[in-house]
């Protein structure tokens, strides 16, 4: 099966009690200004082309975010924060993610997350991430052949992405396993006979962060670019 097909399969997962609740909760009740819209209510696949050079991977999706319209990092200000990033670099088509529907391509680039569905206060448990965890093995490996470095927004991403990569394969991952922090840079060489990775570690581009003035739009610029350069983008 190809990515396509793998992010397929992935939207009729219900292995998570408690997230299924959650994401069909939020999508029943809505915020008041999506009152008048269908929130999609299920895992959110993986978004860009299928032989991205460039991981760009989360936390979870957002309840009134990626859960609303079915996309990741399309109709919040995380999404706003990081399109916009992307489009400076040349990385996306427009610097807007609004909707499933509103055109944007990425170039090179592909979002994920360690875990798909919406978690309520943005906190998945342990064992959900768990639980989720051979997607995300499923599309290391489905992605191995082109992809060259990540950039990893926050901890959770980070801790949540080691375990993957050892799982899946494809990079030989360091013991002790690094430690996250922003402008971290680590390379794991490869555990078949492909090239070596590249991760990138970035603060999350939450509103807790960009509101404070943790993350900032050039903060978050300079640490894609670095990574796209790295994977040839
Ligand atoms: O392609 P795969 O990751 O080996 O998944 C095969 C099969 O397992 C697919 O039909 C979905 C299911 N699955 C699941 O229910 N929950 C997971 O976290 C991963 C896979
Ligand atoms: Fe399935 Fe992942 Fe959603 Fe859990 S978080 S229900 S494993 S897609």
Redesign the pocket.
Known sequence: PDLAALDRV?CD????PR??AWREEVGRVKRKSFADQTYWAR?IPGFGPPDARLLIVGLAPAAHGGNRTGRMFTGDRSGDILVEALHSLGLANQPTSVSADDGLQLRGVRFTAP???APPDNKPTPA?RD??RP?LVRELQLTRPTVRAMVVLGAFGWQALFPAIAAAGTWTVPKPRPTFGHGVRVELPAADDGPALAIHGCYHVSQQNTFTGKLTPEMLREVIGAAAAEAGL
């Open positions: 992935l997962c219900r292995a998570c997230l299924v895992p875990v798909h569905c959900e639980t989720c997607w």
